[in-house]
């Protein structure tokens, strides 16, 4: 016991090491934004202002952004997520000012969560490879693209706990079958669904593994199973009680909702219950799995049908407008060669190694890994994102043909540390399949347009989808629209104000009380002729605009015209 604290411990402490030489650099690199609080995604600086608004005062169980949407927009995230920054902000604050405090925790939180992931891809690695596979899994580790960008400086969005997670639940799955590994994965994958959904399938694939292991051995496997369904049910119904917000019982599967909560109770029960049946033969248990997986879909379908399509509840214009075009979210086959061999190539050349482990030592363990990776690749096929999940899982298996590599000669160690460096998959796929020029036009999201905001008066801001993230954070503007799919009015306001004519675009504009407009590059494609972002681009706005400020770009903020009222429209 002494000697396996010891090399926990020691594992930690080079994981710890690592992270900080990564962290350090990364930050020094971007020093320049994260100075100013410009953080590297809309959704990382949506984070800061949801924890900015806690801190100040509303309510813990209160998530809604009340800047964001004609009427506030209840956010579909949790406060699990803002726990630690705010711990952090609060503990640097009297030391360095809120400002400082808050580029230190943006930069200290990552770093943790890096940490965390290295370390348990170390006792991941330890346990399936041996001990010398694990330098080289936790170097794969640390620079396993796309998720090592999930743990820049700055990231303080929820991925990359949700990554960190996904490891506990493997370090659990390839471990003894013990209650306590079993716990430990159903905690791991209850505090995973509180934080988002994105990890669904991966949980699926997990519980999958542990009740197949269950069919298979029986007796041996039936403590994991249960402890796995306990650990489940009992972090949902403590989150529950926790972290539900003021919309909780919205009727929605797309966070952590009482819809979720019921389906995440009704998928607890299940290992539970098998694990309390007596069955001795492996084909009753087979069969028995069976029913249950079968009886667990349909009462799920009856209790939470939500659950089947979550975010159904977009509308149709919004989804064919903006959400068929968010980046990570654009199925494999859909995104750009370059893009897809970058995402994707890691987690495949992770998949290879895991298969080659199996077809070697025949050990169950490494069947569990790959049910993780295929999971994670079946996600990346419908959304990019599953990327992220399957890289850090490619860890362990590389790291350990890396090892069985360098008893080969160095021409084959060569080869396994190239297949094995993520940050190289992208950059041989622009090499392989050179970008298009850039048509970029003014930017909906430059520091030039966002400071001219803050410049002005508090507002109402008419803007294109993108803009409201970061710009709610760097500003004391309200935005009628923002890149989350529950503002659904205000981004259907938002599109039709600048895709319709301008007597329509003025009509929207005085119904929503907005008192400053943004023309920018925020639309794929042309806009039709007619309407207001055709003229706006072409520079020639209606009289009921008054031009504030033109960017270096060409990105213009206007000012609504006071005392504007509602046109009378035609056909």
Same mark, same amino acid.
């Given at each position: 016991?002494?000697?396996?604290?010891?090399?926990?411990?020691?594992?930690?402490?080079?994981?710890?090491?690592?992270?900080?030489?990564?962290?350090?650099?990364?930050?020094?690199?971007?020093?320049?934004?994260?100075? %100013?609080? +410009?953080?590297? !995604?809309?959704?990382?600086?949506?984070?800061?202002?949801?924890? /900015?608004?806690?801190?100040?005062?509303?309510?813990?169980?209160?998530?809604?952004? #009340?800047?964001?949407?004609?009427?506030?927009?209840?956010? $579909?995230?949790?406060?699990?997520? !803002?726990?630690?920054?705010?711990?952090?902000?609060?503990?640097?604050?009297?030391?360095?000012?809120?400002?400082?405090?808050?580029?230190?925790?943006?930069?200290?939180?990552?770093?943790?969560?890096?940490?965390?992931?290295?370390?348990?891809?170390?006792?991941?690695?330890?346990?399936?490879?041996?001990?010398?596979?694990?330098?080289?899994?936790?170097?794969?580790?640390?620079?396993?693209?796309?998720?090592?960008?999930?743990?820049?400086?700055?990231?303080?969005? $929820?991925?990359?706990?949700?990554?960190?997670? &996904?490891?506990?639940?493997?370090?659990?799955? %390839?471990?003894?079958?013990?209650?306590? *590994?079993?716990?430990?994965? =159903? &905690?791991?994958?209850?505090?995973?669904?509180?934080?988002?959904?994105?990890?669904?399938?991966?949980?699926?694939?997990?519980?999958?593994?542990?009740?197949?292991?269950?069919?298979?051995?029986?007796?041996?496997?039936?403590?994991?199973?249960?402890?796995?369904?306990?650990?489940?049910?009992?972090?949902?119904?403590?989150?529950?009680?926790?972290?539900?917000?003021?919309?909780?019982?919205?009727?929605?599967?797309?966070?952590?909702?009482?819809?979720?909560?019921?389906?995440?109770?009704?998928?607890?029960?299940?290992?539970?219950?098998?694990?309390?049946?007596?069955?001795?033969?492996?084909?009753?248990?087979?069969?028995?799995?069976?029913?249950?997986?079968?009886?667990?879909?349909?009462?799920?379908?009856?209790?939470?049908?939500?659950?089947?399509?979550?975010?159904?509840?977009?509308?149709?214009?919004?989804?064919?407008?903006?959400?068929? +075009?968010?980046?990570?979210?654009?199925?494999?086959?859909?995104?750009?060669?370059?893009?897809?061999?970058? #995402?994707?190539?890691?987690? %495949?050349?992770?998949?290879?190694?895991?298969?080659?482990?199996?077809?070697?030592?025949?050990?169950?363990?490494?069947?569990?890994?790959?049910?993780?990776?295929?999971?994670?690749?079946?996600?990346?096929?419908?959304?990019?994102? =599953?990327?992220?999940?399957?890289?850090?899982?490619?860890?362990?298996?590389?790291?350990?043909?890396?090892?069985?590599?360098?008893?080969?000669? *160095?021409?084959?160690?060569?080869?396994?540390?190239?297949?094995?460096?993520?940050?190289? #998959?992208?950059?041989?796929?622009?090499?392989?399949?050179? *970008?298009?020029?850039?048509?970029?036009?003014?930017?909906?999201?430059?520091?030039?347009?966002?400071?001219?905001?803050?410049?002005?008066?508090?507002?109402?801001?008419?803007?294109?989808?993108?803009?409201?993230?970061?710009?709610?954070?760097?500003?004391?503007? +309200?935005?009628?629209?923002?890149?989350?799919?529950?503002?659904?009015?205000?981004?259907?306001?938002?599109?039709?104000?600048?895709?319709?004519?301008?007597?329509?675009? /003025?009509?929207?504009?005085?119904?929503?009380?907005?008192?400053?407009?943004?023309?920018?590059?925020?639309?794929?494609?042309?806009?039709?002729?007619?309407?207001?972002?055709?003229?706006?681009?072409?520079?020639?706005?209606?009289?009921?605009?008054? +031009?504030?400020?033109?960017?270096?770009?060409?990105?213009?903020? #206007?000012?609504? /015209?006071?005392?504007?009222?509602?046109? /009378?429209?035609?056909?």
């Amino acid at each position: 016991m002494e000697s396996t604290d010891r090399r926990a411990w020691s594992d930690t402490l080079l994981a710890c090491m690592l992270a900080g030489v990564l962290a350090a650099a990364w930050a020094w690199r971007d020093w320049a934004n994260l100075s %100013v609080l +410009r953080l590297p !995604d809309a959704d990382d600086a949506m984070r800061l202002q949801q924890i /900015r608004d806690w801190l100040s005062g509303q309510a813990f169980g209160d998530v809604t952004q #009340y800047r964001l949407g004609p009427g506030g927009t209840a956010m $579909h995230w949790s406060r699990l997520d !803002d726990l630690v920054p705010a711990a952090l902000i609060r503990l640097f604050e009297g030391v360095l000012g809120r400002h400082g405090a808050e580029v230190a925790a943006v930069i200290a939180w990552p770093a943790i969560l890096l940490a965390a992931a290295i370390a348990l891809t170390a006792r991941i690695a330890r346990r399936l490879g041996g001990a010398e596979s694990v330098m080289p899994a936790m170097i794969v580790a640390a620079i396993a693209y796309p998720a090592s960008t999930l743990f820049a400086p700055g990231r303080i969005d $929820h991925h990359n706990l949700q990554m960190v997670l &996904v490891l506990v639940m493997a370090w659990a799955l %390839v471990g003894p079958s013990t209650l306590r *590994a079993g716990a430990a994965a =159903g &905690v791991a994958a209850a505090l995973s669904l509180v934080v988002g959904m994105e990890t669904a399938p991966l949980l699926v694939a997990a519980a999958a593994v542990v009740a197949i292991d269950w069919v298979v051995q029986g007796v041996p496997a039936r403590a994991r199973l249960f402890g796995f369904g306990f650990g489940l049910g009992g972090a949902i119904l403590l989150s529950s009680a926790a972290f539900a917000t003021t919309s909780w019982t919205l009727p929605a599967c797309d966070g952590f909702t009482a819809i979720v909560m019921r389906a995440a109770l009704l998928a607890a029960v299940v290992p539970v219950a098998l694990a309390l049946l007596p069955l001795d033969s492996r084909p009753g248990r087979g069969i028995a799995l069976a029913v249950a997986g079968a009886s667990l879909l349909a009462a799920v379908m009856l209790a939470a049908p939500q659950c089947l399509s979550p975010y159904g509840g977009v509308d149709p214009l919004l989804r064919q407008l903006w959400l068929a +075009r968010v980046g990570e979210a654009v199925p494999l086959a859909g995104a750009p060669l370059a893009v897809a061999i970058g #995402y994707a190539g890691l987690m %495949v050349a992770g998949i290879a190694a895991t298969g080659w482990q199996i077809w070697t030592r025949r050990d169950r363990c490494w069947l569990a890994m790959l049910a993780l990776q295929l999971a994670a690749l079946a996600v990346t096929f419908l959304q990019v994102r =599953g990327a992220y999940a399957g890289a850090l899982l490619a860890a362990p298996a590389l790291g350990a043909l890396i090892l069985a590599a360098r008893r080969r000669g *160095a021409v084959a160690l060569a080869g396994a540390w190239i297949a094995s460096a993520g940050m190289l #998959y992208p950059i041989a796929a622009q090499a392989l399949v050179p *970008a298009p020029p850039s048509s970029a036009g003014p930017s909906c999201t430059s520091p030039a347009l966002i400071a001219a905001l803050a410049g002005q008066p508090a507002g109402i801001v008419m803007a294109p989808i993108d803009t409201g993230g970061p710009a709610i954070a760097a500003t004391a503007q +309200r935005f009628v629209a923002g890149a989350y799919h529950r503002d659904n009015d205000g981004n259907l306001a938002m599109y039709r104000f600048y895709l319709g004519r301008p007597d329509r675009a /003025r009509a929207i504009a005085a119904r929503l009380g907005v008192t400053y407009v943004i023309a920018c590059d925020g639309f794929a494609g042309t806009p039709p002729r007619t309407s207001l972002a055709a003229q706006l681009a072409a520079g020639a706005g209606p009289d009921w605009l008054i +031009r504030v400020q033109t960017m270096s770009d060409g990105a213009a903020l #206007y000012r609504v /015209r006071p005392g504007l009222s509602a046109p /009378r429209l035609t056909r």
